[in-house]
């Protein structure tokens, strides 16, 4: 008889925050720039150097502890951590241990219709590690690029609540919106703004006794993410069933064999050797100063969403999928403003606009033309201006050229026919050209007026109105 397992899921985030100044000193923090530009003496380890505490960044980590319900500390400190990596000149990190910044949040996504909250056990501040570069470079040669050395970046580390490789990907994609929704950062995954590492394990169903599980790292995206835990919870599932055991270890995820693999054995926890920063004084967080995060963070995700149905009337799917994103729902928001028909303009949004993007590979900022954009095309179609099949055409033009919908209907002469006089010697001739078709409208055949409609419309190539159109066919049949 074959075991049922439960699966077993906690998440490590960590977040780069967008501050213009990394961590510790005043070097810049900017994506892209030539390796080992943005270095100074203090993130490069060199003797005798002091660190100083960037507050924006304390002022950052606090606003995403409080996006998260997390309660943030009265009283906080600086810890070193010792461990050596090529890429971390002072062969230790400061970040924190025993006393991070933020303890006991949560955060709630959306199961098969059902609300689950997933804990967060603790958010901390410390300092991001350069970055290895491998290829290219010979068999036994890397480089290093210590712009990253030093950048601002917050663990978020969830409880183990997850239970699927779906629902990470959803913890993940949730967790993501929420930080984009308070500014603190890009988490862009791709630039290494967010990364995610995972521990997974399976037990049998029922039990309350953790299994062994397995670090996996190397997930650069949310299908990433799920493919490896899905991966990983059936590698494991075949171990226990040949009666083997987990060994507990760190993988990597392979994204070209969509497989883990080995990378280092971890059956001890490493002894990092924390001990309190000696260059930094402890952080006492002033109540004052957490309420006053607290009264500017902006609406939530979920806030957001729930206004779109309370005000708006919108359905709870438009209403999330608009919310996914604070671009998109600004974008959306805007455009109800020009055209307060929100359900018209969320079928276009989601439609359209996301269709176009998703295609393209773009950002809602990267369309070329502006909310009120897409809001005059709109009303041009209610006008008659234009037909709802031509709107589409209009609007993929202004996503070419970024010009008004009203400048492109004029200079491509896209202008709906509405001269019911020119329609009508449209469907006469139709009629004639098509004899046996409107014998079988006629003879019950309801179809047969689709054919006959689209031959004016071939020949207005488009322009015609087509309520007039049948109109004008039926009242003729």
């Given at each position: 008889?074959?075991?049922?397992?439960?699966?077993?899921?906690?998440?490590?985030?960590?977040?780069?925050?967008?501050?213009?100044?990394?961590?510790?000193?005043?070097?810049?923090?900017?994506?892209?720039?030539?390796?080992?530009?943005?270095?100074?003496?203090?993130?490069?380890?060199?003797?005798?150097?002091?660190?100083?505490?960037?507050?924006?960044?304390?002022?950052?980590?606090?606003?995403?502890?409080?996006?998260?319900?997390?309660?943030?500390?009265?009283?906080?400190?600086?810890?070193?951590?010792?461990?050596?990596?090529?890429?971390?000149?002072?062969?230790?990190?400061?970040?924190?241990?025993?006393?991070?910044?933020?303890?006991?949040?949560?955060?709630?996504?959306?199961?098969?219709?059902?609300?689950?909250?997933?804990?967060?056990?603790?958010?901390?501040?410390?300092?991001?590690?350069?970055?290895?570069?491998?290829?290219?470079?010979?068999?036994?040669?890397?480089?290093?690029?210590?712009?990253?050395?030093?950048?601002?970046?917050?663990?978020?580390?969830?409880?183990?609540?997850?239970?699927?490789?779906?629902?990470?990907?959803?913890?993940?994609?949730?967790?993501?919106?929420?930080?984009?929704?308070?500014?603190?950062?890009?988490?862009?995954?791709?630039?290494?703004?967010?990364?995610?590492?995972?521990?997974?394990?399976?037990?049998?169903?029922?039990?309350?006794?953790?299994?062994?599980?397995?670090?996996?790292?190397?997930?650069?995206?949310?299908?990433?993410?799920?493919?490896?835990?899905?991966?990983?919870?059936?590698?494991?599932?075949?171990?226990?069933?040949?009666?083997?055991?987990?060994?507990?270890?760190?993988?990597?995820?392979?994204?070209?064999?969509?497989?883990?693999?080995?990378?280092?054995?971890?059956?001890?926890?490493?002894?990092?050797?924390?001990f309190p920063e000696p260059d930094l004084v402890p952080l006492e967080i002033s109540r004052d100063w957490v309420e006053e995060i607290q009264e500017r963070l902006p609406d939530m995700p979920d806030e957001r969403q729930?206004?779109?149905?309370?005000?708006?009337?919108?359905?709870?799917?438009?209403?999330?999928?608009?919310?996914?994103?604070?671009?998109?729902?600004?974008?959306?928001?805007?455009?109800?403003?020009?055209?307060?028909?929100?359900?018209?303009?969320?079928?276009?949004?989601?439609?359209?606009?996301?269709?176009?993007?998703?295609?393209?590979?773009?950002?809602?900022?990267?369309?070329?033309?502006?909310?009120?954009?897409?809001?005059?095309?709109?009303?041009?179609?209610?006008?008659?201006?234009?037909?709802?099949?031509?709107?589409?055409?209009?609007?993929q033009e202004m996503c070419k050229s970024g010009k008004a919908p009203e400048t492109i209907v004029e200079e491509k002469g896209l202008k709906q026919i509405t001269d019911e006089s020119e329609i009508a010697a449209i469907?006469?001739?139709?009629?004639?050209?098509?004899?046996?078709?409107?014998?079988?409208?006629?003879?019950?055949?309801?179809?047969?007026?689709?054919?006959?409609?689209?031959?004016?419309?071939?020949?207005?190539?488009?322009?015609?109105?087509?309520?007039?159109?049948?109109?004008?066919?039926?009242?003729?049949?």
């Open positions: 008889m074959t075991t049922e397992y439960e699966v077993v899921i906690g998440l490590e985030v960590h977040v780069e925050l967008n501050t213009d100044s990394k961590m510790f000193c005043s070097c810049p923090t900017t994506f892209g720039a030539e390796p080992n530009t943005h270095v100074c003496p203090i993130c490069l380890g060199m003797p005798g150097v002091l660190p100083v505490i960037n507050r924006k960044a304390v002022e950052y980590t606090i606003r995403a502890a409080l996006a998260l319900n997390c309660q943030v500390a009265k009283y906080s400190k600086f810890d070193r951590k010792n461990y050596f990596y090529p890429d971390l000149p002072k062969n230790y990190q400061i970040s924190q241990y025993d006393l991070p910044l933020a303890t006991g949040g949560y955060v709630e996504i959306s199961v098969d219709g059902k609300k689950r909250k997933i804990g967060i056990r603790r958010v901390h501040l410390e300092e991001d590690a350069g970055k290895l570069l491998h290829e290219g470079t010979g068999p036994k040669t890397s480089l290093v690029d210590f712009n990253r050395t030093g950048v601002p970046l917050i663990e978020i580390v969830s409880e183990p609540d997850l239970r699927s490789p779906e629902e990470a990907r959803l913890y993940l994609n949730k967790l993501r919106t929420i930080l984009h929704y308070t500014g603190v950062s890009d988490v862009k995954m791709e630039e290494g703004s967010l990364r995610c590492d995972a521990n997974v394990s399976i037990r049998p169903l029922g039990s309350e006794v953790f299994g062994t599980l397995t670090e996996v790292k190397n997930m650069n995206s949310f299908r990433a993410v799920e493919r490896a835990l899905a991966y990983e919870v059936e590698r494991q599932k075949e171990i226990l069933e040949r009666g083997e055991k987990v060994e507990r270890e760190t993988r990597g995820w392979d994204e070209n064999r969509r497989i883990t693999v080995s990378m280092r054995g971890k059956e001890e926890a490493h002894d990092y050797r924390y729930a206004r779109l149905v309370r005000e708006l009337g919108l359905p709870e799917y438009d209403a999330e999928v608009l919310t996914s994103s604070k671009d998109l729902a600004d974008f959306y928001d805007a455009c109800v403003k020009h055209y307060p028909e929100a359900k018209t303009v969320s079928n276009w949004v989601m439609g359209e606009v996301l269709g176009y993007l998703n295609e393209k590979g773009l950002e809602i900022t990267d369309l070329p033309f502006r909310p009120e954009d897409l809001a005059g095309l709109l009303r041009l179609i209610d006008k008659g201006t234009i037909s709802g099949k031509i709107a589409k055409q209009v609007f469907v006469e001739k139709v009629m004639e050209d098509n004899p046996k078709v409107v014998e079988d409208f006629r003879g019950g055949k309801e179809k047969a007026l689709g054919f006959l409609v689209g031959q004016v419309m071939k020949a207005t190539r488009g322009k015609a109105n087509p309520q007039l159109v049948n109109r004008l066919f039926r009242e003729r049949l």
